[in-house]
């Protein structure tokens, strides 16, 4: 039996888990704490993985810092839903607002490789509008980036995580093909292409981070089903078995179980390090260079906790803004019963796709969505079904034995920013002693809208294809974004276009929170674009001495 | 989860078949076929047919092989949940059987039950191909490229197709009159095998090609299957309507190229078995779920019936 990932830290001693092999391990460079890294990056998720292994690749010195464990996933992870609640941040927060949100397994994780341990790894691109979305499209705000950029490097995160997806793919500008085949549909995916075809909408099968050949160590998915948690075969390519390898074998250094709880500033204004909780002490890393990848609520969280008497607002909050404009994406969903066998559990829950409502701008709201396919396990459909419609003793085990004709559609939609949802700091302290954060969230008439229009479109969709007990779970959300916003002026962002901070210029954002507006895709494919596109400009600008 | 097969599009086996029923009732005449560029030359002796008919035996009982192993694993895997699955195995193996049968008779004359299994089996890839075609144009998306992965493989039955029209034709050069050349309908029969085999080994390619194109050719011995045997079919062309009577020594080396190639492929799919989750500790999931370990000798008996048209193209003036 390998020992408890949570009881001591495994990357020490030298070396770290070799992820491919049980108990195998692979060489690490460590450094001191008074070794002065050119990069702290605390984070090790969709940004800070390939920011970190980006850097490290450069030649840059760089710890990856990591608050949850080192998983092994051909060891650690059952088959097991309340086992693997331990992929998510589950510590405590305070959540308020009109609308608040279910903190955990949808929008977060605590681990090495962050929540892309855990994601459904659905791997779309933002719709080249979006990153204009104020100009073009009239709400939300515009990105400083451009989107044929964008475009540049969505194919280099598609590439380096072997997406699979189709051959042509109905939506947006030409991409590049997919570097795998996309994965065969199962029953419920099927029955999304029916009711799509039903309603002269146009579908796919979904581009998705798990191979279906072979891929170096990580052999072809298996279609286990357990794909919202740990997959235990690495066909995923998570965090954990991309770019964390990598940033290993350029000589980054991984610190599991190490939470960091300040950025240290000195006299000059500048980053000097960070202060960081491992093995029940309190250390000090000392960095040239401080990143922050904890997403949407830990971001501005640790940003806020590092204030001091020069910036005692928060540290890169000269604008206000940092916890702001906190955005999730709407999830709801509308499920029914088939008198075929269904069996919607076979394989990754989100094979297929339409986006038809993100690239169709006919409609009294502002932005988009689209919805998938689901195939959620057991527990989760029991939850659903006591949370959503009430049921309770012989009504929902009667409802239980219809689960292999169940089905289902949910959907990821855009929520608008605004400054009202936002993340603060209460006054509770975690187990580290630290202020824990308060999420405050309600949702907009638009976003009302919005959700209201998806439900109605998909009950149509599932009525199409013959569907019978037909309801609306109407209350889900999923990803974070916003709450550190890029932007060209340091009056309204936090960050500029390479994720640097306007206020202390060895201060970093790279992950979900500088997200202007969120878009009606999931985002980790747009992050680690983002976060690869980071690690380039900063070596071109280390390369021209502005670093 | 259709799974990998190797072999044929339809449309060469056809025409093969379409031909063989063609060329059944028709005599052999001891004329010259005048329309090919042929050259004045002394009749074959019948010990040379009845070696390329044997051959070609051979050759369609590798195809049967292939067939039998490949269907068996496939429609197990399709838990047999259409009666009509087991027809491919039946008739695979009657071909296989009729195919050592074949090997081992040194007469002269095209034997009845040979030949009747031969058209059975021809048949039954022919129905098969057409029961695929329905599979994926069923599903959402109809001839998409989703459903060509994914669906029954298109032109897994149409092996069957090759097998017994390879066969087929073997009875018809074994049916030779004393003294005279083998024909086939009317046309030199190593001519008309050697074009039928190189169009049977780009159907091959294809269907390699897409199931490959499927498994994103992430390795790259993956390219050997759609570069050697389109070279091989393109000589076997080149000799089917080029002189006869010469020494095709490219020709003869690159086919036994393609044949060792089939062999070669059958290794490099367990390979491919191993690299799925569990490896061959796991076969009872994998050897199902990884590459199909009997498509690749396709090629092979392919080439074995290339090489039976060569020797005739080779010893025979006219065929």
Redesign the interface.
């Known amino acids: 039996m390998p020992a408890d990932p949570f009881a001591a830290p495994r990357a020490t001693g030298g070396r770290a888990p070799d992820v491919f092999r049980r108990g195998g391990w692979v060489p690490m460079r460590q450094y001191r704490d008074d070794d002065t890294v050119d990069f702290a990056v605390v984070g090790t998720g969709a940004g800070g993985g390939p920011l970190i292994a980006g850097l490290a690749e450069a030649g840059f010195s760089v710890i990856g810092f990591d608050a949850g464990p080192y998983f092994r996933p051909l060891e650690d992870f059952a088959s097991d839903e309340r086992e693997q609640e331990k992929l998510y941040w589950n510590d405590e927060r305070v959540v308020d607002g009109a609308n608040p949100l279910t903190m955990g397994g949808k929008n977060s994780g605590k681990a090495v490789g962050g929540s892309t341990v855990h994601f459904a790894m659905v791997s779309l691109r933002f719709r080249p509008e979006w990153f204009r979305s104020r100009t073009i499209l009239g709400y939300g705000a515009d990105w400083p980036l451009d989107w044929r950029e964008m475009w540049h490097y969505y194919g280099r995160a598609e590439k380096a995580l072997s997406i699979a997806g ?3 793919y109905p939506w947006g500008p030409k991409r590049p093909r997919y ?4 994965h ?2 199962n029953g419920a995916a ?1 029955l999304l ?2 009711g799509a ?1 039903a309603m002269g909408m146009k ?1 796919t ?1 979904t581009p998705l981070a798990t191979v ?4 170096g160590q990580s ?2 998915c ?2 286990r089903g357990f794909c919202r948690f740990g997959c235990s ?1 690495n ?1 995923k390519q998570s965090q954990l078995v991309t770019f964390i390898p990598r940033a290993l074998r350029a000589g980054a250094e991984i610190r599991d179980l190490a939470m960091v709880g300040r950025i240290e500033v000195g006299p000059t204004g500048l980053a000097t390090g960070v202060h960081f909780h491992r093995e029940g002490r309190w250390r000090f890393q000392r960095a040239r260079h401080v990143v922050v990848a904890g997403y949407a609520v830990e971001t501005p969280r640790l940003l806020l906790a590092s204030a001091n008497g020069q910036f005692p607002d928060g540290l890169a909050n000269s604008s206000g803004l940092v916890g702001k404009n906190l955005m999730t994406q709407s999830n709801q969903a509308v499920f029914g019963t088939m008198e075929q066998e269904v069996r919607w559990y076979k394989g990754p829950p989100s094979l297929s796709i339409t986006e038809h409502w993100n690239y169709e701008d006919r409609k009294d709201f502002a932005g988009g969505y689209c919805w998938m396919a689901q195939g959620p396990l057991p527990v989760e459909w029991a939850t659903i079904q006591t949370t959503s419609r009430g049921l309770r003793g012989q009504a929902l085990r009667d409802e239980m034995e219809k689960y292999n004709h169940q089905v289902g559609l949910k959907m990821v939609g855009e929520m608008l920013p605004d400054e009202r949802n936002r993340v603060t700091l209460a006054d509770d302290k975690d187990q580290y002693g630290l202020r824990v954060a308060r999420v405050t969230y309600s949702w907009g008439d638009n976003d009302k809208a919005l959700i209201n229009h998806a439900l109605d479109q998909m009950q149509t969709s599932l009525e199409a294809v013959g569907a019978k007990e037909i309801f609306r779970q109407e209350n889900d959300t999923n990803h974070l974004a916003g709450t550190a916003r890029m932007g060209d002026d340091p009056r309204t962002s936090v960050v500029n276009a390479d994720c640097r901070s306007w206020d202390i210029p060895n201060l970093w954002v790279c992950d979900g929170s500088i997200f202007p507006t969120t878009g009606g895709v999931n985002p980790s494919l747009t992050i680690t674009s983002i976060a690869m596109r980071t690690a380039d400009r900063i070596r071109m600008l280390a390369k021209r001495g502005e670093l | ?2 799974e990998n097969q190797l072999t044929d599009l339809a449309a060469p086996g056809i025409a093969l078949l379409g031909l063989g029923v063609l060329i059944l009732s028709r005599r052999r005449r001891p004329t010259r076929v005048t329309a090919l560029p042929v050259l004045a030359a002394p009749p074959v002796d019948r010990g040379t047919a009845i070696h390329a008919a044997k051959r070609l035996n051979r050759a369609a009982g590798t195809l049967a092989a292939s067939v039998l192993a490949d269907s068996a694993v496939e429609h197990y895997r399709g838990s047999f949940h259409n009666k009509a699955m087991f027809a491919p195995l039946v008739t695979s193996a009657l071909s296989l059987a009729v195919s050592v049968h074949g090997v081992a008779d040194k007469r002269p004359a095209a034997h009845w039950f040979r030949d009747t299994v031969y058209v059975v089996a021809g048949l039954t890839g022919l129905i098969g191909t057409a029961f695929h075609i329905y599979n994926v144009g069923k ?3 109809g001839m998409s ?2 459903n060509l ?2 669906s029954a493989p298109i032109g897994a039955p149409a092996a069957l197709l090759l097998s017994g029209g390879v066969g087929f034709l073997a009875e018809r050069v074994r049916d030779n009159k004393p003294g005279t050349d083998p024909l086939i309908a009317g046309l030199p029969a190593g001519r008309v095998v050697a074009a039928a085999t190189g169009a049977g080994l780009l159907g091959t390619v294809a269907e390699a090609g897409l199931l490959h ?4 050719y ?2 790259p011995f993956m390219f050997a299957p759609v570069t050697i045997p389109p070279v091989a079919a393109g000589l076997l062309t080149n000799a089917a309507y080029g002189p006869a009577c010469s020494n095709r020594r490219l020709t003869r080396w690159w086919l036994r190229l393609t044949a060792l190639l089939g062999f070669a492929g059958t290794g490099f799919h367990a390979y ?1 078995v191993a ?4 490896g061959w500790r796991n076969w009872r ?1 994998n050897v199902l ?1 990884g590459p199909p370990l009997p498509a690749p000798p396709s090629f092979t008996g392919l080439a074995l019936a290339g090489l039976a048209a060569l020797g005739l193209l080779e010893d025979n003036p006219d065929g």
């Not at chain 2, 194109?213 to 994103?216: E, K, L, N, S, V």
């Not at chain 2, 690299?275 to 569990?278: H, K, S, T, V």
């Open positions: 189709p051959v042509t570097p795998y085949r996309a065969e549909l099927q292409a029916r075809e579908w099968a279906s050949a072979p891929h052999p072809p298996v279609y075969t066909a | 989860m259709a599903k959402p998306g490229w989703q992965f994914y194109f499927r498994g994103a992430h390795d491919g690299r799925n989750m569990g999931q779920n």
